[in-house]
């Protein structure tokens, strides 16, 4: 039985879903509009402000699928009404980033600046040189920037240098052990 696909999404104030044909649910709030399609099997259905998701058996298909489309409905009325954030840090000697327009200029140690174009609806801040925030209401496009951003340069295991998340915790290896002379 799915606990997650039988629990009701509360909407917040602001906040609309509606259904059109064929399943395809559209969520509106105040930070934009996100639309998706729902498998068929899928019923969903609004009485006030609570949204549920019902299925037409217990078979495995379809108590996976419930569980996804409500979490995946979760997370579009979350980030109508609150968005999504990821922040990033740059880790090392000369690592920084600067905003130059829309998009994100990166000096991290190669011989060229490496340039990242914001994909639509996502948007960067820049704090200092070194701190970087991803911002948007689509939690999917907002994870996958910042692992493309993070792509760039991964934290390496020797000296800890590169992108990462703000928070992650690199694992150092040691480095190469001296060798003695007899």
């Known amino acids: 039985m799915s606990r997650i696909g039988r629990a009701p999404i509360t909407l917040p104030t602001g906040v609309k879903v509606e ?5 395809v649910v559209t969520v509106t709030g105040p930070k934009g509009k996100l639309t998706t399609t729902l498998p068929e099997m899928l019923t969903i259905t609004q009485e006030g402000n609570v949204v549920t998701l019902g299925r037409p058996d217990d078979t495995k298909k379809s108590k996976s699928q419930h569980g996804l489309w409500r979490s995946l409905l979760n997370n579009m009325v979350i980030g109508v009404s609150a968005g999504y954030t990821k922040s990033l840090d740059l880790v090392g000697v000369g690592y920084r980033v600067a905003k130059v327009g829309d998009h994100l200029v990166f000096q991290v140690g190669y011989s060229h600046p490496v340039q990242v174009n914001p994909p639509q609806g996502i948007t960067f801040s820049v704090e200092g040189t070194t701190k970087l925030q991803v911002s948007g209401i689509d939690k999917q496009m ?21 992108i990462r998340y703000t ?3 690199v694992r150092m290896k040691a480095g190469k052990a001296g060798s003695k002379k007899k």
């Not at 259904?19 to 399943?23: I, K, L, P, R, S």
């Not at 920037?145 to 760039?152: D, M, Q, V």
């Open 19 to 23: 259904v059109a044909e064929g399943n």
């Open 142 to 162: 907002v994870g996958q920037t910042a692992a493309n951003i993070r792509s760039i340069r991964k934290p390496e295991p020797y000296k800890g240098k590169g």
């Open 167 to 169: 928070g992650e915790v």
